[in-house]
């Protein structure tokens, strides 16, 4: 599996972004798909997610009501719709892809069976 984010950038506090996630290869045994960022001399951290299976989301609840994750299945996409940004907001967001075997799109940390993205940096200012 190979994921390409883009769409990071810098804004001004209570702007949006989106951030895309481009993937390709076999999705067959990935359950989940979802979007971690990190801050420098922290844990990545997931933020949003969507469960391949029936679709069901989940956010962190720094994020809920701000950040919308979707997907668009004909294109093996999966977005991130960032709005009202704060600047705690500001870090380098990674895409993900979590197999059956041992993967997981929540929690803190960087589990070594997801499939990562290259990141992207999303910087936000007051």
């Known amino acids: 599996v190979q994921l390409v984010e883009s769409g990071g950038g810098s804004v001004q506090a209570g702007g949006s972004l989106r951030l895309s996630c481009a993937a390709s290869?076999?999705?067959?045994?990935?359950?989940?798909m979802g979007w971690f960022r990190q801050v420098p001399g922290k844990e990545r951290e997931g933020v949003a997610a969507i469960y391949t299976s029936d679709g069901d989301t989940y956010y962190h609840d720094s994020v809920k009501g701000r950040f919308t994750i979707s997907q668009d299945n004909a294109k093996n996409t999966l977005y991130l719709q960032m709005n009202s940004l704060k600047p705690v907001d500001t870090a380098m967001y990674y895409c993900?892809?979590?197999?059956?075997?041992?993967?997981?799109?929540?929690?803190?940390?960087?589990?070594?069976?997801?499939?990562w993205g290259q990141g992207t940096q999303v910087t936000v200012s007051s």
């Open positions: 290869g076999s999705m067959s045994y990935i359950f989940c």
């Open positions: 993900a892809a979590a197999p059956t075997f041992g993967g997981s799109c929540r929690g803190r940390g960087a589990p070594d069976k997801n499939y």
